[in-house]
Nanobody
Framework: QVQLVESGGGLVQVGGSLRLSCAAS????????MGWYRQAPGTERKLVAD???????YYVDSVKGRFTISRDNAKNTVYLQMNSVKPEDTAVYYC?????????????WGQGTQVTVSS
């Protein structure tokens, strides 16, 4: 059974930092692109960043230069370092495993972790 378990969400002030983690189990981690998506109230879930097994990354324009995605294939874990956060970063953040990058239909989803940026 595949499990993706996120942690690290919470309340952070504007301009602050937060690090999300996602521990994966039940899948061949190195065979998947790993991504972080987010969904704000009343909006669609959208890709924030993803990373290949070899470490090639992709970011949406709104987070470039502020967020960093990384993965540790030995620990089956993917991270999202969030710096200089803004109120518009407030959302539920989901970890996902996918067979292709920049997909809207990953193979597996985590349960999500809430990130709230206070001004």
């Amino acid at each position: 059974q595949v499990q993706l378990v996120e942690s690290g969400g919470g309340l952070v002030q504007v301009g602050g930092s937060l690090r999300l983690s996602c521990a994966a189990s039940g899948l061949t981690f190195g065979s998947y692109f790993m991504g972080w998506y987010r969904q704000a109230p009343g909006t669609e879930r959208k890709l924030v960043a993803d990373i290949s097994s070899g470490g090639i990354t992709y970011y949406v324009d709104s987070v470039k230069g502020r967020f960093t995605i990384s993965r540790d294939n030995a620990k089956n874990t993917v991270y999202l370092q969030m710096n200089s956060v803004k109120p518009e970063d407030t959302a539920v953040y989901y970890c996902a495993a996918a067979r292709e990058r920049r997909t809207v239909v990953p193979s597996y989803w985590g349960q999500g972790t809430q990130v709230t940026v206070s001004s």
